[in-house]
């Protein structure tokens, strides 16, 4: 008996998405009998449309986040990054430019930040909240240099449109924040479980000198993971901005807490070396289900806040959790 | 030997059929043993028998499932570390576990600083670390950072933090791992003055030689139970290896190889400031080169800088006649050069993943197609290797971290020589490695050889390095100070050259 429960909390240590998953289930069966029958909302089509598109541009920085972490780094510049990001691609399409020319030069923007912030904690050395800390304060200040501070509005339709569905066979419909970030989300998962250059980032972050020691560029698997996350906390930017038909500078104010609180969630840690982006995805997905189920069930909206923070520190808790540090609680609330 | 102890002398430390199971694995099963005041107490066994464990278990670390442990002949309640440490219980772990950003006096006495005025006393602090230091009779430095010390000095630093408790019951996981015979003798001297102060020692070594000169008992441990203990003098190395492996063992080292190829690798003259000085030898293919001398004598600088992992500032390094031009690992792993590192936490394992991320980590090229991982392709080899090396592990998925340190470092092993390098650079191969798998080892290498690759082995132990070398580099303060080559090697003359004795002995 002893045996077989410790090998279902391995397991469910070494499989972090499953307990994610459960927990997830467990949270919607409660919402569902919080309200169950005729008047329920929050099992409906409409309503997970909703939950998924307010996902949809946090789970684009969740995907490059879990990167960085994994790598042992660590990313506060992502909200700004956002910003300007969507900022710099609006005021193109506004003065003309082509729309695809204007979004590349949107991503660029987000690559430009990701290289800098590499280069300054790789080469430089500097440690990389600071780093980022610094850089989440400039890209801001950039961004509402370039606004003076009113959102770009008069965007090009044909750009918009991507905020709104896509249509399948004339009567489905899927917004295409959800297809992007489905497709980003699954595409990343097997790739960084599969591909070979993406391996590295585990060991890099498990132990850099022994990375090295491996043959592995240990500075140039740790911008890249910067360089990705900039890139797709522009495409957050570029895709909130075609929703929601304006780009401002405040955009994405918050989102690195958010973004970095569903990573650790999904069981990254910060000490680098594990992690997955499903798991990452699962924290964001659970975290934005409990915060939309509260809305629905018209709790005290500010409870939000306590309940997500409860989350985080249960999870990273209970991973910390053993057998012998039971044992040792236990005898020391004895004594 | 020392002082026979006294026959009716009261056991510091008892333990009574302890068994102690992690998942997967028996790690100790039903272990009695005594350590009576005065006494070294030796303890042998194979690569995961159980030792570290057992220190473990005494040491607060990990609670025994069954079973009792008795200090001073009252039943041990051990709920943490601290509890052990108050009792006077001192470990000195088999892997280095010095705070690297702190100064050698400060790691000698952390946690337990002298104080003015509430305030740390550094002037108290410094002359009592001298202090402590004092006997192993090196020079290091107690203001400098740990960090910065070689593997060597870094295990006397370890040695002397546990001394500085004055314990009642010492016990050192194989403590002369990086130390050449010099530290080793004298830290011998040192134990048997504590022991005939009358502290109880618990001693892991893999090293017969040790036994033999410094303990007064033995207890052998094969697969987690006791299967030996005996008073020294009533034994001989050939009985222990015996109850250890369960088998005959024939230990010698392999013939030397027959033909010697042409050059390999020409270095001309590297220099590293501070390190080492216009180093220049040859390595021919099949030849198994040794790098003998002193700690802190730059042979690991002198490897590090040819891997890449350090900067030269001067000289030229040839591989096949043309010039190369290493910057990085990555360079010198591409161009076929391995480098085995002695520090295998810090530089060579990461301890929070598998057994098979650990063994591909440098080799990922091979299992990828399309830069795309073959997940079978890696299980697969990575079982053969763990079959052929005889790693201790329950599966291939379990995390490094767990596996005993000869364990760990049969990986690391495993791991270059499935690069199929043209140079291996090997520093302290068989470092934690038992009696049985070294010479495991030692053939591995000659085969290598066999095949026309390179080998380099750094090795703080003489007998090893004579037995396995087909020449010898001395080294001393950062210079080459002699070559001796297979045959006009020995102890002796290695010696000399390694404390400076001077002039090239070139006879052949
Ligand atoms: N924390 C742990 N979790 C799981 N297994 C463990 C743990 N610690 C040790 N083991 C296993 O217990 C066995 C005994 O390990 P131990 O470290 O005591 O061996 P050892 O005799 O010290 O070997 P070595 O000579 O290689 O240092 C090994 O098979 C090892 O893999
Ligand atoms: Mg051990």
Redesign the interface.
């Known amino acids: 008996m002893k045996d077989i429960l410790e090998r279902l909390q391995k397991l469910l240590q070494a499989h972090r998405e499953f307990v994610i998953f459960g927990v997830l289930v467990l949270g919607c069966i409660s919402f569902y009998l919080a309200q169950p029958g005729e008047q329920n909302h929050f099992m409906t089509i409409g309503n997970w449309r909703v939950i998924a598109v307010n996902i949809s541009t946090d789970a684009l920085m969740v995907v490059g986040m879990t990167l960085v972490i994994i790598a042992g780094g660590f990313d506060l510049s992502v909200g700004s990054t956002l910003a300007l990001g969507g900022i710099v691609c609006g005021k193109l399409m506004v003065a003309g430019v082509a729309v695809p020319v204007a979004m590349v030069a949107g991503l660029s923007v987000g690559a430009l930040i990701g290289i800098v912030n590499g280069l300054i904690i790789t080469k430089i050395g500097v440690n990389p909240l600071i780093t980022t800390l610094a850089g989440m304060i400039i890209v801001r200040g950039l961004a509402q240099v370039v606004t003076q501070a009113s959102p770009v509005t008069g965007l090009p339709s044909s750009f918009t449109a991507l905020g709104g569905d896509m249509e399948l066979f004339g009567w489905v419909r899927i917004p295409w924040p959800i297809v992007l970030m489905v497709v980003v989300v699954l595409v990343a998962d097997f790739l960084l479980r599969r591909s070979r250059f993406l391996r590295q980032v585990y060991y890099v972050g498990g132990n850099e000198e022994a990375a090295r020691f491996s043959g592995i560029r240990v500075d140039r698997v740790r911008i890249f993971t910067y360089v990705m996350t900039g890139v797709l906390s522009a495409l957050a930017g570029i895709m909130s901005s075609a929703r929601l038909i304006s780009a401002s500078a405040s955009a994405g104010d918050g989102a690195e807490l958010r973004v970095i609180s569903a990573v650790v969630i999904g069981g990254a840690s910060l000490s680098g070396g594990v992690g997955t982006v499903l798991g990452a995805f699962l924290g964001l997905l659970l975290v934005g289900v409990i915060e939309n189920g509260m809305e629905i069930m018209r709790v005290n909206i500010y409870m939000k806040n306590v309940v997500t923070g409860m989350i985080l520190i249960l999870a990273v808790s209970a991973d910390r959790l053993d057998r012998e540090k039971l044992k040792r609680f236990w005898r020391w609330l004895r004594s | 030997m020392t002082m026979g102890i006294t026959e009716g002398a009261e056991p510091i430390l008892e333990l009574r059929h302890v068994s102690k199971k992690f998942?997967a694995v028996r790690a100790l099963e039903d272990v009695s043993i005594q350590v009576k005041g005065g006494e070294i107490h030796a303890l042998i066994g194979e690569n995961g028998a159980g030792k570290s464990t057992l220190m473990k278990v005494v040491g607060g670390i990990?609670?025994a499932d069954t079973g009792e442990i008795l200090l001073d002949g009252e039943v041990l309640r051990l709920?943490?570390p601290l509890d052990a440490l108050r009792l006077g219980i001192r470990t000195v772990h088999q892997e280095i576990s010095l705070a690297p950003n702190l100064t050698v006096a400060e790691n000698i006495f952390a946690g337990n600083e002298p104080t003015r005025y509430g305030l740390i006393d550094r002037r108290e602090l410094n002359r009592r670390a001298l202090e402590v230091l004092e006997p192993f009779k090196v020079k290091i430095p107690v203001n400098s950072r740990v960090g910065l010390l070689s593997t060597g000095l870094k295990q006397i630093v370890e040695i002397a933090r546990a001394m500085a408790g004055s314990p009642r019951l010492l016990m050192l996981d194989e403590p002369t791992s990086s130390l050449e015979r010099h530290e080793t003798e004298r830290l011998i001297g040192i134990l048997r003055g504590l022991a005939s102060s009358g502290i109880g020692i618990l001693y892991v070594t893999h090293k017969l030689k040790e036994i033999f000169q410094l303990a007064d008992r033995v207890t052998v441990l094969r697969d987690g139970r006791r299967v030996m203990v005996k008073p020294v003098s009533e034994t001989h190395p050939g009985e222990i290896v015996r109850s250890m492996v369960g088998r005959e063992l024939e230990r010698i080292y392999p013939p030397a190889g027959g033909d010697i190829g042409g050059e390999l690798l020409r270095v001309e003259g590297i220099t590293k400031d501070s390190a080492f000085e216009d180093v220049s030898f040859t390595l021919r293919r099949g030849e198994i080169l040794g790098f003998s001398g002193l700690i802190g004598a730059g042979r690991t600088e002198v490897a590090q800088s040819l891997?890449g992992?350090l900067r030269k500032d001067a000289g030229a390094v040839y591989l096949n006649g043309e010039r190369l031009d290493i910057r990085?690992?990555?360079d010198?792993?591409?161009s076929g050069i391995a480098?085995l590192?002695e520090e295998r936490k810090?530089?060579?394992?990461?301890?929070?993943?598998s057994v098979v991320?650990n063994f591909v980590?440098?080799n990922?090229?091979k299992y990828?197609r399309l830069?795309?991982?073959s997940?079978r392709e890696m299980d697969g080899a990575c079982a053969g290797a763990v079959d052929m090396f005889r790693i201790r592990t329950p599966s291939i998925r379990q995390h490094v971290r767990f596996l005993s340190g000869g364990n760990q470092q049969k990986l690391l092993l495993a791991r270059l020589l499935a690069l199929k390098p043209r140079i291996l650079i090997a520093d302290e191969p068989t470092r934690g490695i038992d009696v049985g798998a070294k010479s495991e080892v030692h053939t591995m290498l000659r085969r290598l050889c066999d095949e026309g690759v390179g080998v380099i082995v750094i090795s703080s132990e003489l007998p090893e390095v004579l037995g396995l070398c087909d020449r010898i580099l001395v080294f001393h303060e950062g210079r080459i100070s002699g070559e001796v080559s297979r045959r006009a090697a020995t102890e002796e003359k290695i010696m000399h050259l390694a404390t400076g004795g001077g002039l090239s002995v070139e006879e052949t």
């Open positions: 998942p990990h609670p709920g943490t891997f992992y990085c690992p990555t010198s792993l591409n480098y590192p810090a530089l060579g394992l990461y301890l929070g993943m991320d980590s440098a990922l090229r990828s830069g795309i991982l997940g």
